[in-house]
């Protein structure tokens, strides 16, 4: 059984893959240098988060690039909600929001002498 997909995304090239994950690539090389040899170390936390920031900017950047040059703009409409759920649901209550109002009704309960 073979499982096919309506929609086909283009796969990423190796220059593209590249180019995201180039900053990390050096940042690794540099650390494991660095160690290797007990130079200093002190610009190994900087040039990570340097790396980090490039990769974000970079698959930004990359998938931008994709939608104005060949209009594919699946990077940006492919996105599902967290268990497969497409239905807009309200995040406030997931995220702990309004966990404040049932210790605030028990205090008000409290206060009033029930």
Do not use: C, K, N
């Not at 997909?5 to 990423?12: D, E, N």
């Amino acid at each position: 059984m073979t499982r096919t997909s309506t929609h086909s995304r283009p796969r990423a090239t190796g220059a593209e893959r590249l180019f995201v994950l180039g900053g990390i690539a050096l940042a690794s090389l540099y650390t494991a240098a660095s160690l290797a040899s007990g130079a200093g170390t002190e610009a190994i936390g900087p040039l990570w988060m340097a790396a980090v920031a490039w990769t974000v900017l970079a698959s930004l950047a990359g998938a931008l690039h994709r939608g104005f040059r060949h209009r594919d703009w699946s990077a940006f409409r492919s996105y599902e909600l967290p268990d497969g759920r497409d239905e807009r649901i309200d995040w406030a209550t997931q995220t702990g929001q309004y966990a404040w109002m049932p210790i605030a009704e028990e205090h008000e309960r409290l206060m009033r002498g029930d």
